[in-house]
């Protein structure tokens, strides 16, 4: 019984130590002659350093990549560094007089994490049921494998004030229709969906002549965001049960941008949606 007691100390305090395991963070030398560059692969939203001896600048009214590090002769300390998208950068900071490199370059995996949790962030989250059943898992693996294919459908694709929303693929699969979306965003700002639909048109003939719409809500969405940041592409998978459609209707997808006005239609023919791949 004691040597049980002991044992499970011991592997308790073992998972607790590698719960704990601090991040070694790499270390920036700088000098108060020159100024040492780090460029990020975000814009930099905020910069803090935990000394006065040490000054990181960066613009703060026009969000910019690369931030200035100087420093005074002192102790060392730490810098930490915000993204525009909250992933978080930390590095130790100390002070040398003779500088080995005056630039650094830092990519992605550098980063330490994100200062909200990844999973609360609907540009990356799958919507999708709580409880993944079968069907639901389908609709994962086999959107995943149509963003990895090169196939396209044809040439649909419409464009305002440097949005471009394009339709790559339209697969038909067993009882549903899988619609392969790219959003491009050629702009300098940043672009936040309201929302992304599809519809039915349907012209009403006579003297009174109307247009009936009616909306055709995806039974699941893959790698839908709620933002597309300035010159960033994304691509994601719209699944929705299948249809077809006459020669008096046409079918619309529509993409909404919240508080703004930069809001595209693109009509896709009736052959694509009658004639998938």
């Not at 009214?61 to 002192?74: D, I, S, V, W």
């Not at 949790?117 to 989250?125: H, L």
């Not at 002549?209 to 691509?235: C, D, G, M, W």
């Given at each position: 019984m004691k040597n049980f007691i002991l044992i499970s100390i011991f592997l308790f305090g073992t998972t607790f130590t590698k719960a704990q395991t601090?991040?070694?963070?790499?270390?920036?030398?700088?000098?108060?002659?020159?100024n040492v560059a780090l460029f990020f692969p975000q814009p930099i939203r905020q910069g803090i350093t935990g000394s006065e001896n040490f000054?990181?600048?960066?613009?703060?009214?026009?969000?910019?990549?690369?931030?200035?590090?100087?420093?005074?002769?002192?102790?060392?300390?730490?810098?930490?560094?915000v993204n525009r998208n909250g992933s978080v950068f930390s590095y130790i900071v100390k002070y040398?007089?003779?500088l080995d490199r005056l630039n650094y370059f830092i990519p992605k995996s550098k980063s330490i994490g994100?200062?909200?949790?990844?999973?609360?962030?609907?540009?990356?989250?799958?919507?999708?049921?709580?409880?993944l059943g079968n069907e639901v898992y389908y609709y994962q693996k086999f959107s995943s494998y149509l963003l990895d294919r090169k196939q396209r459908i044809g040439r649909i694709k419409k464009r305002n004030e440097g949005i471009v929303l394009s339709i790559e693929n339209i697969v038909f699969d067993k009882d549903e229709l899988?619609?392969?979306?790219?959003?491009?965003?050629?702009?300098?700002?940043?672009?936040?969906?309201?929302?992304?639909?599809?519809?039915v048109e349907t012209r009403q003939k006579g003297k009174r002549?109307?247009?009936?719409?009616?909306?055709?809500?995806?039974?699941?969405?893959?790698?839908?965001?709620?933002?597309?940041?300035?010159?960033?592409?994304?691509?994601?998978?719209?699944?929705?049960?299948?249809?077809?459609i006459s020669n008096d209707r046409r079918t619309v997808l529509e993409l909404n941008e919240k508080n703004g006005e930069r809001n595209l239609k693109l009509k896709i023919l009736r052959r694509f949606i009658n004639n998938p791949n």
């Open positions: 601090p991040i070694i963070l790499d270390t920036i030398y700088a000098n108060d002659q020159k000054v990181f600048t960066y613009n703060r009214e026009k969000e910019q990549y690369f931030g200035l590090l100087q420093a005074k002769p002192g102790m060392e300390s730490n810098l930490l560094v040398k007089k003779q994100n200062e909200k949790p990844i999973v609360a962030d609907s540009a990356k989250v799958n919507e999708s049921n709580k409880e899988y619609f392969v979306i790219q959003i491009e965003n050629k702009s300098t700002l940043d672009y936040d969906l309201n929302f992304l639909k599809f519809s002549k109307s247009l009936q719409r009616l909306y055709h809500e995806p039974i699941f969405k893959y790698n839908s965001p709620s933002k597309v940041a300035e010159n960033e592409t994304v691509r994601l998978v719209y699944v929705l049960p299948k249809f077809s």
